[in-house]
């Protein structure tokens, strides 16, 4: 009964937004913004309930970068950096990017009750979204007491 308490936890920590990553060959090409647009007008699909998912390593070409994200943010589809922490971080570009979202890899989910500094990085990036006023998803959560350490220091979704 326990497990399905926990289950039904992490069902409701899931929202229902359409997540796509994005590669770095994909967010270059420049009708990136009309084939967005274009797909939304086609399907249907409400532009908050698509989360585009971009990686550290789109920030090679800063001003295209933030130029792009911004014409695809006012569309109105959710922005979110996935597996932050594992490239070349700059917090920096945390308040330049138009993003809701920081994804922390599941690298430092899996070991967080076996490394204390995982356990610290995990709770500074919580924090420091929250502050940025954005959403953290935590990824590869696989057992209960990642769950509840992920819930305690408030994640918001995994």
């Known amino acids: 009964m326990q497990n399905q308490n926990h289950l039904l936890e992490l ?21 990136l913004v009309q084939t967005i647009e274009r797909i939304l007008e086609e399907t249907g699909l409400e532009p908050h309930l698509l989360e585009l998912e971009i990686t550290e390593s789109l920030t090679v070409n800063i001003d295209q970068t933030i130029t792009t994200l911004h014409e695809l943010k006012s569309l109105g589809v959710k922005m979110s950096i996935d597996d932050y922490g594992t490239g070349f971080s700059s917090i920096n570009y945390l308040k330049q990017f138009p993003v809701d979202t920081l994804k922390m ?3 430092f989910v899996q070991e967080l009750s076996d490394d204390t500094s995982d356990a610290t ?18 990824e590869g959560i696989e057992t209960n007491e990642q769950l509840v350490f992920l819930q305690k220091h408030l994640c918001n979704e995994g």
């Open 11 to 31: 069902a409701t920590f899931i929202e229902g937004v359409m997540s796509v990553n994005l590669s770095p060959r994909q967010f270059t090409k420049v009708s």
């Open 105 to 107: 890899d599941q690298s």
């Open 121 to 138: 990085i995990v709770k500074t990036i919580i924090l420091m979204a929250h502050n940025l006023k954005l959403n953290v998803v935590a």
